[in-house]
């Protein structure tokens, strides 16, 4: 099944990717996105993926930690300790939709919500 970046996600994907260059350089800024991309991929292929949650009280939104795809990316890329999640939803055409990426520090329910308002618009 495809995927597609929805609302802001692009926006979000190209700020994490900016941070990692400033703090690990471009290699690392590479190994992220490839990261990110393998997540895509991952839940693209299966939207159910048993390594995403349902978002409680937030009727179909899933996060995927990105670390709980790192075995997906060949050893030599792999980023040590990812720290973000993947929020995504399979839209009324059946695509996977990526609304957004958060920091596993940010409130969860809050972030989902501000990703589907930019999503939708």
């Given at each position: 099944?495809?995927?597609?970046?929805?609302?802001?996600?692009?926006?979000?994907?190209?700020?994490?990717?900016?941070?990692?260059?400033?703090?690990?350089?471009?290699?690392?800024?590479?190994?992220?996105?490839?990261?990110?991309?393998?997540?895509?991929?991952?839940?693209?292929?299966?939207?159910?993926?048993?390594?995403?949650?349902?978002?409680?009280?937030?009727?179909?939104?899933?996060?995927?930690?990105?670390?709980?795809?790192?075995?997906?990316?060949?050893?030599?890329?792999?980023?040590?300790?990812?720290?973000?999640?993947?929020?995504?939803?399979?839209?009324?055409?059946?695509?996977?939709?990526?609304?957004?990426?958060?920091?596993?520090?940010?409130?969860?329910?809050?972030?989902?919500?501000?990703?589907?308002?930019e999503?939708?618009r």
């Amino acid at each position: 099944m495809p995927f597609r970046l929805a609302g802001t996600a692009d926006e979000q994907i190209d700020r994490i990717l900016e941070e990692s260059e400033a703090g690990w350089g471009l290699e690392g800024a590479d190994r992220y996105g490839r990261l990110i991309l393998a997540a895509m991929n991952a839940i693209g292929d299966d939207p159910g993926n048993p390594a995403s949650r349902l978002i409680p009280r937030i009727r179909g939104v899933r996060a995927l930690h990105l670390h709980s795809v790192r075995d997906l990316v060949k050893r030599e890329h792999r980023v040590g300790s990812p720290r973000h999640l993947l929020l995504y939803r399979v839209a009324s055409d059946g695509v996977v939709e990526v609304i957004g990426l958060v920091h596993d520090r940010q409130q969860l329910a809050r972030a989902v919500r501000r990703a589907q308002r930019e999503a939708d618009r």
